[in-house]
């Protein structure tokens, strides 16, 4: 199984940026999708986005469209979520995930990272 490790979170003033990477321990195979979800304690895992890997189609929810932008990341196996103009309701533990079906839907994914907090103040 995949080991998906994230980084890249932080604390931002609202309108700034946080770029998240996600890094798969081995080759990432081009029918693959790596996604990122975001989960606010207390609520369900909520999809943020999804990019296939060979063919680089996108999958955004309505709430980051225009905003955050998901693609290859800088290094070989690795994934990267640019977020632009964050707002205080982007605040959320972010786990990135690897499935095989562009899907927003939590249990299509296979294998998670271990989550990465982004905190957007005020």
């Known amino acids: 199984q995949a080991q998906l490790v994230g980084s890249g979170g932080g604390l931002v003033q609202a309108g700034g940026s946080l770029r998240l990477s996600c890094s798969a321990p081995g080759r990432i195979f081009s029918s693959a999708v790596m996604a990122w979800f975001r989960q606010v304690q207390g609520k369900e895992r909520e999809f943020v986005a999804a990019f296939r890997w060979g063919v680089g189609r996108t999958l955004y929810a309505d709430s980051v469209k225009g905003r955050f932008t998901i693609s290859r990341g800088d290094t070989a196996n690795t994934a990267s979520l640019q977020m632009n103009d964050l707002k205080p309701e982007d605040t959320a533990v972010y786990y990135c995930?690897?499935?095989?079906?562009?899907?927003?839907?939590?249990?299509?994914?296979?294998?998670w990272g271990q989550g990465t907090q982004v905190t957007v103040s005020s």
């Open positions: 995930a690897i499935g095989v079906d562009l899907s927003s839907v939590p249990s299509q994914y296979r294998d």
